[in-house]
């Protein structure tokens, strides 16, 4: 049985990712930006806070909605999910 990754490990393939993530050959699409942007807020800042914007924030909304499906994942498998999501993203 394969041991879990370190903390350090994981943090560290975390942040090459999200270097990497802005150097994708094309730009993804907007449901793939909102899993980036979702995965990545939960890894570093944990479960959404604040209210939801209103009004015609639609991006802010979006952004919101998204990051707030995640409430309860734990750091790591936030930073395992950003992961996975960019390796996909740079192999297309």
């Not at 094309?26 to 899993?35: A, C, H, I, V, W």
């Not at 980036?36 to 806070?49: C, I, M, P």
């Amino acid at each position: 049985m394969a041991a879990a990754p370190k903390k350090d490990d994981l943090r560290a393939r975390f942040e090459a990712a999200a270097a990497a993530a802005k150097g994708t050959r094309k730009r993804p699409d907007n449901p793939t930006l909102l899993k980036l942007y979702s995965y990545y807020k939960q890894a570093t800042d944990g479960d959404v806070k604040g209210d939801r914007p209103g009004g015609f924030d639609f991006v802010g909304g979006a952004k919101h909605d998204a990051w707030s499906k995640l409430k309860g994942m734990s750091a790591a498998d936030a930073m395992t999910h950003y992961i996975k999501q960019v390796e996909k993203l740079n192999r297309e």
